[in-house]
């Protein structure tokens, strides 16, 4: 199975700074098949992004992805409060379908 | 709008038996597959069980393979997982989701059900 390895594993920013995670699955993913979700604490989670630059509905343009083969990120511009939650990233082009561990941002 | 509502969950001794349940409306749910997926307390997402509209193709993670059995009922926009066998590290909140098609993302979630296998 593709092993997703998010990093970093959690970090803190302030209101209005950029933040970047990193998604580096262990096998080539097409850029088709990679999402990203966010999951607030007692919630499901919800899927921000699909094939790799897709936001889906009702996702603020703040949340951008972009990447290919190995290497995939999703950035957050000027971030706000209700964006702290742990992001995952997935990977749906083979199966199983398989996610990240996680990153935790707090703001 | 999409709403998927999960039911059944509970505590459990190993060995145990459960069905969860899942209500889906806002959608013509024949159209679409459904999936499980589960998170361990303080853990990451795991994909569990999937299964075509029309229920006719069903797949399973190896972790449950054997034990866990996924069905729907397009009259009642219902999905179920049967769950034999529990054991300890079946301990998870249980997630439906809506997928689009096998080897898709899952653009909506149910709130989820807790299930707690413990002796």
């Known amino acids: 199975e593709i092993v997703l390895t998010q990093s970093p594993g959690a970090l803190s920013l302030s209101p209005g700074e950029r933040a970047t995670l990193s998604c580096r699955p262990s096998q080539s993913v097409s850029s088709t098949f990679l999402a990203w979700y966010q999951q607030k604490p007692g919630q499901a989670p919800r899927l921000l992004m699909y094939a790799t630059s897709s936001r889906a509905t009702g996702i603020p343009d703040r949340f951008s992805g972009s990447g290919s083969g190995t290497d995939f990120t999703l950035t957050i511009s000027r971030l706000e409060p209700e964006d702290s939650a742990v992001y995952y990233c997935q990977q749906y082009g083979r199966s199983p379908r398989t996610f990240g561990q996680g990153t935790k941002v707090e703001i | 709008e999409v709403q998927l509502v999960d039911s059944g969950g509970g505590l459990l001794q190993p060995g145990g038996s459960l069905r969860l349940s899942c209500a889906a409306s806002?959608?013509?749910?024949?159209?679409?597959?459904m999936s499980w997926v589960r998170q361990a307390p303080g853990k990451g997402l795991e994909w569990v069980s999937y299964i075509s509209g029309s229920g006719g193709t069903t797949y399973y993670a190896d972790s449950v393979k054997g034990r866990f059995t996924i069905s729907r009922d397009n009259s009642k926009n219902t999905v179920y997982l049967q769950m034999n066998s529990l054991r300890v590290d079946d301990t998870a909140v249980y997630y439906c989701?809506?997928?689009?098609?096998?080897?898709?993302?899952?653009?909506?979630w149910g709130q989820g059900t807790l299930v707690t296998v413990s002796s």
């Open positions: 989701a809506k997928d689009l098609t096998w080897l898709a993302y899952f653009d909506n």
């Open positions: 806002g959608f013509t749910f024949s159209s679409y597959g």
